[in-house]
């Protein structure tokens, strides 16, 4: 635990208020304590102008106990959600289709149009297109990487990663590329605020056959 003696006499003032409102709602949590009823109800008898000036008179002690393992703990759990934020923002911003920020964010749909709507003053409607085949083969041996090195990252920070590597492209056209070989039950069907299945690259290490093949007869993922 750590002790903090409090000097502020604003903060020692919030302190003694906060005091004064368990003495008038929540008796027994001071009670409990072992503190006298006597003492309690004069409290509840206090004025406010006396807490203000009690509040400043320094020979007082006031000191509060903080948690370092919770704090610790929370201050881990800000930096995530701001994480989630930034990464949310960035996948707007670069072209995530709406299905796409659905299932990275546990959002519904509604939500992700009004961000997308917020964030980008143009919105390309219909399927992106695809690099072309060469390029293609250098975003799934880039993924396949990626995949490798981090396997029990989250998808949306892995896609971050490769969207680093290929910025001239949007993250609905590097979705597309990276689920090129997998059929469409597993893609786009995850239902909203479900976690989605740990990717796994189909890349085959380096066979170009794919590059021949009529895209038309592959199924890809639905594109907002």
């Excluded at 006298?36 to 009690?54: C, K, Y």
């Amino acid at each position: 635990m750590i002790r903090l003696n409090i000097k502020d006499a604003a903060i020692r003032v919030l302190i003694i208020e906060s005091l004064l409102d368990q003495a008038d709602n929540n008796t027994a949590s001071l009670l409990s304590q072992g503190i006298d009823s006597e003492w309690v109800e004069n409290l509840r008898n206090l004025s406010s102008r006396d807490a203000l000036r009690v509040s400043h008179f320094q020979n007082v002690t006031m000191e509060v106990t903080l948690n370092e393992k919770q704090l610790s703990h929370a201050f881990a759990q800000a930096a995530d959600e701001r994480r989630v934020r930034h990464l949310q923002e960035y996948f707007v911003r670069h072209g995530a289709s709406v299905s796409m920020i659905c299932k990275m964010f546990k959002m519904s749909s509604k939500e992700a149009k009004a961000a997308k709507h917020l964030l980008l003053s143009e919105q390309r409607l219909g399927r992106p297109p695809m690099p072309n085949p060469y390029e293609r083969e250098d975003i799934h041996e880039s993924w396949d990487k990626i995949v490798k090195a981090s396997p029990t990252s989250p998808i949306r920070e892995q896609l971050f990663s490769l969207h680093n590597i290929f910025p001239s492209h949007t993250l609905a056209t590097l979705w597309l590329v990276i689920n090129e070989f997998e059929p469409y039950t597993n893609q786009g069907t995850a239902k909203n605020n479900q976690p989605l299945a740990r990717q796994e690259t189909k890349w085959d290490g380096g066979n170009c056959v794919h590059k021949l093949v009529n895209l038309s007869k592959r199924t890809a993922s639905n594109i907002s």
